[in-house]
């Protein structure tokens, strides 16, 4: 079983920057991918970013350019670095892991393990 453990979630202003951060609880020797989805009220899960345990990186065009999605693998941990943040970016941002790589941002079905999630508020 893998815990993940989100935190860096805020209200921020229109243009302004947050960092989210999300440690899993395992030491991960195999390897893994670990993703960024939101949900907003009333709307389906969607994926942001994500990051196999190799670097490669995926985006969701929205985010493109201001988001950036980094890890660091001795932790288990990946962050979202949030840029010129808009109000269509306020919704709860769960973080999520699975064993194995994936090519893009994949459905959540595709990740077995999610955290309890962060709420970012972007204000006009």
């Known amino acids: 079983q893998v815990q993940l453990v989100e935190s860096g979630g805020g209200s921020v202003q229109s243009g302004g920057s947050l960092r989210l951060s999300c440690a899993a609880s395992v030491y991960a020797k195999n390897t893994y991918s670990m993703g960024w989805y939101r949900q907003a009220p009333g709307k389906e899960r969607e994926g942001v970013a994500a990051?196999?345990?190799?670097?490669?990186?995926s985006y969701a065009d929205s985010v493109k350019g201001r988001f950036t999605i980094s890890q660091d693998n001795a932790k288990t941990a990946v962050y979202l670095q949030m840029n010129s943040l808009e109000p269509e970016d306020t919704a709860m941002y769960y973080c999520?892991?699975?064993?194995?790589?994936?090519?893009?941002?994949?459905?959540?079905?595709?990740?077995?393990?999610w955290g309890q999630g962060t709420l970012v508020t972007v204000s006009s």
């Open positions: 999520a892991f699975r064993w194995g790589w994936l090519s893009t941002i994949a459905r959540p079905e595709a990740y077995d393990y």
């Open positions: 990051i196999n345990s190799n670097g490669r990186t």
